[in-house]
């Protein structure tokens, strides 16, 4: 079996519910950094053991949190060894507009797993386009290179539209069906 991890900040606790969905679909452990941007305790090595490495940050003022940042500043160790080459990653998002620049943040994210020389796996889910649509059918945002969550300013992370959780968690399958086939 492959090993999924996901990393990720989540400041007041929306992205944090996309990475509970992410490693649901993927059974994959999570990996929270803190508010100071910070691992915990063996998290460098857990993401150097990893088969796949699934990120997540908020989207503020169009790119990801400063606490993320410090973490993919810090990778420059993992970078320099070429510890991640050749590891799948995907990535995914939350911000209160419905746009918020979030593929600034995906884009990010992209660049990030380039720069480790991995390889990108998008969400593979159709979006919905059509006057039928609901907000809470998966992919409703129309991403295709990671999910994009969005919820209001003023809602806590238990009013996410169920839509952006299952997109999530149907990443967070692709993620590791893939991985256990790169694997196997």
Not at 88 to 94: C, D, E, K, P
Not at 156 to 162: F, L, N, P, R
Request: contains cysteine.
């Amino acid at each position: 079996m492959a090993k999924v991890l996901v990393v990720y900040h989540s400041g007041y606790g929306h992205t944090q519910r996309l990475a509970q969905a992410v490693a649901l679909g993927a059974d994959a452990e999570l990996l929270a950094i803190d508010a100071d941007g910070q691992l915990p305790e063996g998290g460098w090595e857990a993401l150097r053991e990893a088969d796949a490495i699934v990120m997540g940050a908020p989207t503020y003022m169009g790119n990801v949190s400063w606490q993320f940042k410090r973490f993919a500043d810090a990778s420059s160790k993992a970078w320099y060894t070429q510890a991640w080459k050749d590891k799948l990653f995907a990535g995914f998002t939350n911000s209160a507009n419905l746009n918020g620049d979030k593929q600034s943040t995906l884009d990010y994210l992209f660049t990030l797993a380039m720069q480790h020389g991995g390889l990108w796996v998008g969400n593979g889910v159709n979006f919905h386009n059509t006057k039928a649509s609901k907000r809470c059918d998966a992919n409703y945002l129309g991403a295709h290179a990671g999910v994009m969550g969005q919820t209001p300013a003023d809602a806590g992370a238990h009013e996410m539209s169920e839509g952006d959780l299952e997109s999530a968690r149907l990443l967070g399958e692709r993620v590791a069906a893939l991985a256990a086939k790169f694997k196997g």
